[in-house]
């Protein structure tokens, strides 16, 4: 468990701050799986989970699912034979809040634990 996914993810409102660059290089380096990606204009965070069958991916997503009602912040999910494409962002601000991060961490405890 990283110290991010110890933490618990705050309310995020329109006027929440986006990560700064230099919170964002930060950050980054706790979760090193993850890669930023811009999207439409938004940064998010994505990472690519692989699975020995669909079963596995299901159930992985079903977890994330799980912890990410928990944490009132919800990611994109794309689930397929052998691997689930996790994708953070935060829809309110229209880029990566401080909770993605958290949640990322949080992800990759869930897919630890499997």
């Known amino acids: 468990m990283s110290s991010?996914?110890?933490q618990?993810?705050?309310a995020c409102h329109a006027d929440a701050p986006k990560v700064s660059d230099e919170e964002l290089a930060q950050l980054i380096t706790k979760i090193p799986d993850w890669v930023p990606e811009?999207?439409?204009?938004?940064?998010q965070l994505e990472r690519v989970y692989k699975f020995k069958n669909f079963k596995q991916a299901i159930a992985f997503?079903?977890?994330v699912g799980d912890m990410a009602e928990d944490e009132g912040h919800h990611p994109g999910l794309l689930t397929e034979?052998?691997?689930v494409t996790v994708t953070w962002w935060s829809h309110s601000i229209k880029g990566l809040h401080k909770?993605?991060?958290i949640c990322a961490a949080k992800t990759d405890d869930v897919f630890n634990a499997l």
């Open 4 to 6: 991010l996914s110890a």
């Open 8 to 10: 618990k993810c705050e």
């Open 38 to 43: 811009v999207r439409d204009g938004i940064m």
């Open 61 to 63: 997503t079903n977890k």
């Open 81 to 83: 034979w052998g691997k």
């Open 99 to 101: 909770n993605d991060f």
